[in-house]
T-cell receptor, first 110, second 115 residues
């Protein structure tokens, strides 16, 4: 079973600070990676995907991929209370399979 | 409006009473999938389908059945539900999964309680 690990506990950040989330994956053959945001009681929605090593920026969000170390990260700059949610990391490893991590909760404190 | 619709949204049932959770998408997506979400375990894939009449097991298929007779519909069937199937279920669809794509569109979720 392909594993995607999100091990850190709830993350509390003050409003305006940078929130940093990490994710590691077990299958070196994983091809692309996704960050989903899930508000409490709602369904997940895609924030970003990345498949090349390096950084990818979209507004206040930056995804970083390091295939050699098998980790993906998500930075949220200028965190807002509306960013308070659970963030799910997912890895696509081919054959129409997408594996999700358990998620990290982010709480932005006004 | 593009959407994935699941029904019922909430259901309380008893052990052994067959039930079906329906899922329908209006985006002409090829790929559909069922996930269950449990505290501390995250999203786990139950079954997925690449197209009509093509289904395959995910990571936790035991106790579930699916069918894909039409492109837009992908029902989840619990033939004999048990309490360990109490969970939040999500249906999702995508045009296709690939290297540089793979956005899943999720339904609103179906919260199932089996007593």
């Amino acid at each position: 079973q392909k594993e995607v690990e999100q091990n850190s506990g709830p993350l509390s950040v003050p409003e305006g600070a940078i929130a940093s989330l990490n994710c590691t994956y077990s299958d070196r053959g994983s091809q692309s990676f996704f960050w989903y945001r899930q508000y409490s009681g709602k369904s997940p929605e895609l924030i970003m995907f990345i498949y090349s090593n390096g950084d990818k920026e979209d507004g206040r969000f930056t995804a970083q991929l390091n295939k050699a170390s098998q980790y993906v990260s998500l930075l949220i700059r200028d965190s807002q209370p509306s960013d308070s949610a659970t963030y799910l990391c997912a890895a696509y490893y081919g054959n129409n399979r997408l594996a999700f991590g358990k998620g990290n909760q982010v709480v932005v404190i006004p | 409006e593009a959407q994935v619709t699941q029904n019922p949204r909430y259901l309380i049932t008893v052990t052994g009473k067959k039930l079906t959770v329906t899922c329908s998408q209006n985006m002409n997506h090829e790929y559909m999938s069922w996930y269950r979400q449990d505290p501390g375990l995250g999203l786990r894939q139950i079954y997925y389908s690449m197209n009509v009449e093509v289904t395959d097991k995910g990571d936790v298929p035991e106790g579930y059945k699916v069918s894909r007779k039409e492109k837009r519909n992908f029902p989840l069937i619990l033939e004999s539900p048990s309490p360990n199937q109490t969970s939040l279920y999500f249906c999702a669809s995508s045009l296709f999964l690939g290297l540089n794509t793979g956005e899943l569109f999720f339904g609103e979720g179906s919260r199932l309680t089996v007593l």
